[in-house]
């Protein structure tokens, strides 16, 4: 072999040792930046990390069969969009439910609610038929027993699922509010709406005390006549249960026999009663306020002392539920506590 050729020779043996080393470094490189592994599944839900966790699908609203105060089984729609629930407006309102129409009288609505309800159409309070036809309800709640007797039931019913609440229930807000949470499959809501208010109670009550024992009525003045709330109900149950207030002794005997929220009491009893505070709810703005005038009501201890807050008409003190107590609570506060 010539020297010519020995040394083409040699240089194409070091070519091909260089080649082999570079071609091992290249491999060695590829696999320790893993471009030719294969890398193993991650586990994203591994441990508890709640980052990684995948959010339940919510659960959609069905068709249930409830019974009702009066013993109807009732078929309440999945998710009922046109309401009628006359004079229980407060717990819809409390759940941010919307009627389809809002209960009325001849001489108004329920004021303290228009803030939500506002622009919702009227009914008439004694639900006639042909006005409730008339809004294709979806669902009827009848808060009392009288409102189904008869007939009346069947004939709602054929207008759409009709549920009684029924008295014993209407009587007590607070279960009021939790089984209509519970016909509208909004029972977390109402739950969630009476622990507020209790919550907002049970602070107003300790600032109350705060300040001393107190004695307080609630009394209605419309047509020259006086009405005081009972001990046990409506703004009465706020008052002396929910707020530790003190009931005075005429209230309490007259709660005794009356069978209202509201009971007739007269001028010369009035002028019996021994109380430090009264929220007077005036519905006399004309010819009736001369009635205040009377010296038996100027000889009453909260009258003589400039304890007399009046509280208008249209507000919630003659109503019921978490919303009109809570605005009563307010008033109160307003009103005793400096």
Same mark, same amino acid.
């Given at each position: 072999?010539?020297?010519?050729?020995?040394?083409?020779?040699?240089?194409?043996?070091?070519?091909?040792?260089?080649?082999?080393?570079?071609?091992?470094?290249?491999?060695?490189?590829?696999?320790?930046?893993?471009?030719?592994?294969?890398?193993?599944?991650?586990?994203?839900?591994?441990?508890?990390?709640?980052?990684?966790?995948? #959010?339940?699908?919510?659960?959609?609203?069905?068709?249930?069969?409830?019974?009702?105060?009066?013993?109807?089984?009732?078929?309440?729609?999945?998710?009922?969009?046109?309401?009628?629930?006359?004079?229980?407006?407060?717990?819809?309102?409390?759940?941010?439910?919307?009627?389809?129409?809002?209960?009325?009288?001849?001489?108004?609505?329920?004021?303290?609610?228009?803030?939500?309800?506002?622009?919702?159409?009227?009914?008439?309070?004694?639900?006639?038929?042909?006005?409730? %036809?008339?809004?294709?309800?979806?669902?009827?709640?009848?808060?009392?027993?009288?409102? =189904?007797?008869?007939?009346?039931?069947?004939?709602?019913?054929?207008?759409?699922?009709? !549920?009684?609440?029924?008295?014993?229930?209407?009587?007590?807000?607070?279960?009021?509010?939790?089984?209509?949470?519970?016909?509208?499959?909004?029972?977390?809501? =109402?739950?969630?709406?009476?622990?507020?208010?209790?919550?907002?109670?049970?602070?107003?009550?300790?600032?109350? &005390? =705060?300040?001393?024992?107190?004695?307080?009525?609630?009394?209605?003045?419309?047509?020259?006549?006086?009405?005081?709330?009972?001990?046990?109900?409506?703004?009465?149950?706020?008052? !002396?249960?929910?707020?530790?207030?003190?009931?005075?002794?005429?209230?309490?005997?007259?709660?005794?026999?009356?069978?209202?929220?509201?009971?007739?009491?007269?001028?010369?009893?009035?002028?019996?009663?021994?109380?430090?505070?009264?929220?007077?709810?005036?519905?006399?703005?004309? #010819?009736?306020?001369?009635?205040?005038? #009377?010296?038996?009501?100027?000889?009453?201890? =909260?009258?003589?002392?400039?304890?007399?807050?009046?509280?208008?008409?249209?507000?919630?003190? %003659? !109503?019921?539920?978490?919303?009109?107590?809570? &605005?009563?609570?307010?008033?109160?506060?307003?009103?005793?506590?400096?």
């Amino acid at each position: 072999m010539s020297i010519l050729t020995s040394k083409k020779f040699a240089l194409l043996l070091v070519s091909l040792m260089v080649m082999i080393v570079l071609l091992a470094a290249c491999g060695d490189n590829n696999t320790s930046n893993g471009e030719n592994t294969v890398t193993p599944p991650v586990e994203t839900n591994a441990g508890n990390n709640s980052e990684n966790e995948v #959010d339940p699908a919510p659960v959609a609203p069905v068709e249930r069969t409830l019974t009702d105060a009066l013993g109807n089984e009732v078929t309440i729609p999945a998710d009922p969009q046109r309401i009628i629930a006359a004079y229980l407006e407060d717990h819809l309102v409390a759940l941010g439910v919307k009627p389809v129409a809002q209960w009325s009288v001849p001489n108004g609505i329920q004021d303290y609610l228009q803030k939500d309800l506002e622009g919702i159409p009227t009914i008439s309070y004694g639900l006639p038929f042909e006005e409730v %036809l008339s809004f294709t309800p979806d669902l009827l709640i009848l808060a009392y027993n009288a409102e =189904a007797e008869g007939d009346k039931y069947a004939q709602y019913a054929k207008i759409a699922p009709t !549920y009684v609440l029924g008295d014993e229930t209407n009587n007590d807000w607070r279960k009021a509010l939790l089984k209509v949470g519970d016909i509208l499959g909004k029972s977390e809501e =109402a739950q969630k709406a009476l622990d507020q208010y209790e919550a907002k109670a049970k602070e107003a009550k300790e600032k109350l &005390q =705060a300040g001393g024992a107190q004695s307080a009525s609630a009394i209605w003045l419309i047509q020259k006549n006086f009405y005081v709330v009972s001990d046990k109900a409506s703004s009465g149950a706020v008052l !002396y249960n929910d707020l530790g207030l003190t009931a005075p002794d005429v209230v309490k005997e007259i709660s005794l026999t009356g069978t209202g929220n509201w009971n007739a009491i007269s001028l010369e009893e009035l002028a019996e009663m021994n109380v430090d505070n009264i929220f007077l709810i005036n519905g006399d703005k004309g #010819d009736g306020a001369e009635t205040l005038k #009377d010296p038996l009501w100027q000889n009453i201890p =909260a009258v003589k002392n400039g304890k007399v807050f009046e509280m208008d008409s249209a507000g919630s003190w %003659l !109503y019921s539920g978490s919303i009109a107590n809570s &605005q009563i609570i307010d008033d109160v506060l307003a009103s005793l506590v400096k």
